[in-house]
């Protein structure tokens, strides 16, 4: 088993639904992170969060340290969402290097 | 800013020949990362390197190299390579400690004939 599970691998949305990906992980960790890879190109981190919830523009991230779950919430999806999600958790490797986990991504389309 | 800056974008190679990835980074951070993304799997740890002078293996580390040239720059070297070495190669760098944000380099897309 994974220590870092996504789900759902594929999601089709049409522009304006509300969209949900879960992360679920099974170990210790300092920080759970977000990030979004568009097709053919590099990673951005979107949020890295330890406890409760954020937002950004219509991006929201919550987490349960306890349940050792995360969500991503998109509001009022649009086509440029467009992108795979990875879900990814740090932590601590050796000394005082961190590393990160990751999940397999969630791949997402929002059609018109 | 830069930010994270890897070359090259592209490359094929073919079995047996070697090359060296390039990486550097302006944020003066003092933790730096190579990672493997692979079809179907997460990405993946090949080496990283906690502070200048120091690396150490990550989860994939076989058949690669690297050297922290300096602090701003990281290198992954394949000595051999293997078509099982076909990926995209990620470079990553962030602040020392198990709280802090990962900045990504473009990657390089690697081929092994």
């Known amino acids: 088993k994974n220590e870092v599970e996504q789900s759902p691998q594929n999601l089709t949305a049409q522009e304006g639904e509300f969209i949900t990906i879960n992360c679920s992980y099974s170990v210790g960790i300092s920080a759970l992170h977000w990030l979004q890879q568009h097709p053919g190109g590099g990673i951005v981190s979107l949020f890295m969060?330890?406890?409760g919830k954020k937002k950004h523009g219509r991006l929201i991230a919550t987490i349960n340290i306890q349940e050792k779950h995360s969500s991503l919430h998109i509001t009022a999806s649009h086509p440029r969402d467009s992108a795979v999600y990875i879900c990814?958790?740090?932590?601590?490797?050796?000394?005082?290097?961190?590393?990160?986990?990751f999940g397999t991504g969630t791949r997402l389309q929002v059609t018109l | 800013n830069a930010g994270v800056t890897q070359t090259p974008k592209f490359q094929v190679l073919k079995t047996g020949q070697s090359m060296t990835l390039q990486c550097a980074q302006d944020?003066?951070?003092?933790?730096m990362y190579w990672y493997r993304q692979d079809p179907g799997m997460g990405l993946r740890l090949i080496y990283y390197s906690a502070s200048e002078g120091t690396t150490d293996k990550g989860e994939v580390p076989n058949g690669y190299n690297v050297s922290r040239l300096n602090k701003r720059e990281f290198s992954l070297r394949l000595e051999s390579a293997a078509p099982s070495q076909t990926s995209v190669y990620f470079c990553?760098?962030?602040?020392?400690?198990?709280?802090?944000?990962?900045?990504f380099g473009p990657g390089t897309r690697l081929t092994v004939l």
């Open positions: 990553a760098s962030s602040e020392q400690g198990g709280y802090n944000e990962q900045f």
């Open positions: 990814a958790v740090s932590t601590r490797y050796t000394g005082t290097a961190s590393k990160l986990t």
């Open positions: 944020m003066n951070h003092n933790s």
């Open positions: 969060l330890s406890s």
